[in-house]
Structure formats: C-alpha cells, structure tokens
C-alpha cells in the first residue's frame, strides 16, 4: 500500500520530450568538449550570423511582449483572479516579490551590474568618443534598459498564460504546449506539442548555462584571490562541480521547500551589502550618475529599443542588446513556470505589474550601487578596471573592485555567499522545472521522478563545463542565442492562446470588480474533455 502510495506521488515521465531534449542537448555541448579549439572558431562565426540577421526580430517581439503585457495589465482583463473570486495570495507581498526578483535575476545581475559599465564606457553606442563623459552619461544607461522593462515584459507573457492555465483554466499540466492550445489546438497533443516542449528544455538549458557559464568563473576567481591562489579552469570546473553537487541535492530532496525563506534571508543580505556600498562609497555621486542615466534610457527608450545600426556596423546592439533579449527568452518559460507556482490568489494586473515595474527598480537599484561605483573607479579615482578587465576578464574587475572596499576581508565572504545563495534558488528551480516538464502531467501533491530532477542538474553542469572550456563571452552568448530562436516563437503562440482562452472564457462579462475562476463560463474544451479537469490548488514544483 506505502508502495502504491509513493508511485501516486511521482509523475510519469514523458519519455520522447525527456530523451529528445536530452539527446539534443548532448549533440549541441559535446562537440565544445571534445573539439574546444575548432568549436570556438565556428562559434564565433554562427554568432556573428545569426545576431547580425535577425536582430530585427529579437528587438521587435521583445518591445511587442512589453506593450501587449501592460496593455493585458491595464485592460479590463487585468482584474481577472488567478484563482477563485475569493482566494487569497499564498504569500505576504514583500516574500512573492522577494522570490520573483531572486528566482529570475540571480547573481548574474550582481556580474553585470559591476561590469558592464566598463564594457559601454570603452565602447559607447551611438559612436560616442570611448572614455568621454558622454560615454559615462550611458555607462548606467545601457544596463538598467536591458535588466529593465523589456526583459520583464518578455516573462511576463509565459508566466501570465500558464498561471491562467493553472488557476484559472484549472489544468494540471506543467508543460508549455498545452498552454499554446488556444490557438494550434488538439495539434498540441501530437509531435508539433512534443517539439514545442523539447525546443523549450533545450532553450532553458542554453540560458541557465549562459548564467552558469559567467557566475561560475566570478566565484571561482573572488575566492581563488581570496585565499591566495591561483585560478585556473581546473578550479572553475571544480566550483561548478561543487556547486551542481548543492543544487543536485537540493533538487533531489525537493525543490520549493524553504525556497521562501532562502528568498527572503538573500534579499536581506543583498540590501546590507546595497546600503554598505552605498555608504562608504561616493553616495552623492552615485545618485547623480544613476539619476542623468536614468533620464537618458527614459529619453532614448523608444531607439535603444530598436537600434540595429545597419551603417555603422558597431556591433553593439548584436553583442549587447540581441543577446540579452535572448538570454530572457531562453529563461522566460522557467520564469513563467515559477511564477505560476507563487502567483495564486494574485490578479493579472499585481502579477504584470510587480514584474514590469518592481522588478525592474530592484535591477536599477544594483546598477545604482555597483555601477555607480566601478563608474567612479574608473573616471574619478584612476582606477584603470579597463586593463583589468582586458586581463583577467570579469571575474577580476569584480575581485579587484571588491578590494577596494573598507573592511573587505568580511564583505567578500559575504558576498560569495550571497552569490551562492542567489545562483543556487535559480538553478534549482530551474533542473526541477525541466524535470516537471518532462512530465505527462503534475497533479496535486505529485512531484517528478527524482532521477530525472538529478539528471538535469547534471545536464546543466554538463552545458556549463562545455562553456568553460571553449572559453570567451561569445560561447557563453551563442548558448543563449541559439537555443532560444525557437522560443521567441513559442512566446508569441502563447500570447495569442491566452488572449482567445480569456476572450472564450469571460467575453464582455469583464466588468471592473475582481473576477475568479469559479466565474468563468464552461468552454467547449471544457465539455468535451471534462476528465483532464482538476483540483484548483495545483502543487505546480511543492514539496513541503
């Protein structure tokens, strides 16, 4: 009977998703191990072709998903309940948006945030003069735009169509295919749904390895300089091995449990080391910089937004712009995925809103701080980060600029755990994600196998471990690039599908008043399947 049990609380592996995204994804990362000199040559080149020929693309559904999702937040479908009339949020509003931010920025935003700066001071857009103080009035500029509204907005789509999928539509399935039903339909259930949620594994795979692929090395070198010795690829390896060794076990013991509290202490944490910065750095000079910043990106939106220079040929919004709004489409379907998990009880509107805006000042707030700062190193204390960064790449910017705080014998191990703590959430829920998706369906108190939650933390240390040893910021943004092409499809099909379910759903019965599930008309998929309808409160990744 405890038998019987067990095998209830553990979903079915969808076996062609699980072994199609996984062999793919072997046939893509393997040949960087084995052949690192010949792979990075080739990497360079496809990199170059596919940015410099779709950028248009990239660019446009980024800026489409940010206008559709505020439109859908500020519409009349904005007060549709995700969940019953009466439901209540599952958690305060300070630890959802605490999750939210952790779970999709990581310690990625704390890299970028120190470093690219130095990247757009030495090489501005626009052909602004390198090292100007025009080049310093977009060092800040440049970054809060591409951690800003249109990445949010990018989430946004995916996370607002499967908690309608989930909460509202009520259907226990954790794989994105059958949330593009609404418009390609029972076609979802054959192999156009099942290349749909393998394409969609692989881009995840891509985008966390992207993340892994820089955070990793800026771990290894802090403590490598911390303790004394040397880094080497040998110990970048061996603190990705480490590290996929903690997410591994965490993934196998259960993903959600405590991942609340794990959000809450790291934002405690990252506002201590915010407010130290802040503090004993330059503060008025911070402020200043981040506000001129500020009002440029707000002045400029509209043409960063689609600046592709075909005639200058620079480069810059291929190597910067089109690679982020890649990485955000390779993360976006996890990101809508975990989402779900902690948005029952919330309206569209709070879920968009808090995502487009909150989220994007919590992003501005580290390029305030640890931009401001390295910004100031560089123009005001003769700090050459530049060298530095030519040197011993990022990793050693973020090491050097770290020394150069008071006190930085106690900061840095701070910091290297705050790191972990904020990599590690991501990645967790990430390998379990993938696990789930892999999956038939996720019922009620129902959890992946846990040698597949296991197996995609090894894939991901696998992806990860391939990048490190090609080496250069080029592999580490093809990973992104190209395993999310056919993602950027698939957020389009969503939208599309969540704006005929609403419509079929509710139709001109919206009024301004808070509408629930338990309002919504019977649909005639509804009525033809009724047996694939379940409970509401769906344990999408729980294991408390």
């Known amino acids: 009977m405890e038998e019987v049990n067990q095998q209830n609380k553990t979903a079915k592996i969808n076996l062609p998703v699980f072994w199609g995204s996984a062999i793919i994804c072997v046939l893509f990362y393997a040949p960087m191990v084995i052949f690192q000199a010949e792979a990075k040559g080739i990497i360079d080149k496809l990199m170059f072709v596919i940015t410099h020929s779709t950028d248009w693309l990239w660019e446009g559904v980024a800026f489409g998903a940010l206008v559709f999702s505020l439109w859908l937040a500020l519409s009349r479908y904005g007060n549709i309940k995700l969940g019953d009339r009466d439901e209540k949020p599952e958690f305060s509003t300070f630890t959802w948006i605490a999750m939210m931010f952790c779970g999709a920025s990581g310690a990625g935003l704390v890299y970028w945030a120190m470093v ?8 501005p857009p626009f052909g602004i003069k390198p090292m100007s103080p025009e080049s310093g009035s977009w060092a800040l500029a440049y970054g809060i735009f591409h951690w800003g509204f249109s990445a949010w907005g990018t989430f946004a789509i995916p ?13 226990p399935y954790l794989y994105p ?5 609404g418009l390609l339909g029972d076609s979802v259930d054959g192999w156009v749904g099942k290349v749909i949620d393998v394409m969609v594994i692989i881009g995840m795979v891509g985008g966390c390895a992207t993340a892994l692929g820089v955070v990793v090395p800026m771990i290894s070198k802090i403590t490598a300089d911390y303790m004394g010795m040397p880094d080497s690829t040998g110990v970048q390896i061996g603190v990705a091995i480490v590290f996929a060794m903690m997410y591994g ?7 959600y449990s405590g991942i609340a509290k794990l959000a809450d202490y790291n934002t405690y944490l990252t506002f201590v080391i915010l407010a130290f910065v802040l503090i004993v750095g330059p503060t008025a000079f911070m402020f200043s910089l981040f506000g001129e910043n500020v009002g440029m990106m707000f002045q400029n939106f509209i043409r960063m937004s689609f600046y592709t220079d075909p005639l200058g040929k620079s480069g810059f919004p291929q190597d910067w712009t089109v690679f982020y709004w890649a990485w955000w489409f390779a993360w976006a379907m996890y990101v809508g995925l975990f989402f779900t998990r902690i948005s029952r009880g ?6 968009i809103i808090n995502m487009i805006v909150t989220c994007t000042a919590g992003s501005a707030l580290f390029y305030l701080v640890f931009g401001s700062y390295s910004v100031d190193l ?5 700090i050459d980060l530049g060298a530095i960064l030519k040197q011993s790449g990022g990793p050693g910017v973020i090491s050097a600029t770290l020394k150069t705080l008071p006190f930085s014998g106690l900061v840095i191990p701070i910091f290297i755990v705050v790191m972990l703590i904020s990599q590690a959430t991501g990645v967790d829920a990430m390998a379990y994600t993938m696990s789930a998706m892999a999956c038939f369906e996720i019922k009620d108190k129902q959890e992946p196998p846990k040698w597949s939650r296991v197996f995609w933390a090894a894939m991901l240390l696998f992806a990860t471990i391939a990048l490190l040893l090609v080496g250069g910021m080029k592999v580490v943004q093809l990973s992104s690039v190209l395993t999310s092409v056919p993602v950027l499809f698939i957020t389009i099909i969503l939208a599309i599908s969540l704006l005929k379910w609403i419509q079929e759903d509710f139709g001109e019965r919206l009024q301004p008043q808070v509408l629930g599930s338990d309002d919504r008309k019977m649909s005639q998929e509804d009525i033809a399947k009724p047996q694939r309808v379940d409970k509401p409160a769906v344990n999408v990744g729980s294991s408390s």
């Open 116 to 123: 690219e700066p130095i990247f757009y001071l030495q090489g």
């Open 159 to 171: 996370a607002v169509a499967f908690s309608y999928m989930f909460y509202v539509r009520k259907r």
């Open 177 to 181: 295919s059958y949330a593009c039903r």
């Open 249 to 255: 076990y965490s993934c196998y013991q259960g993903l």
């Open 346 to 351: 919330r309206t569209i509107r709070e879920l």
């Open 378 to 382: 560089i123009m005001n204390q003769g």
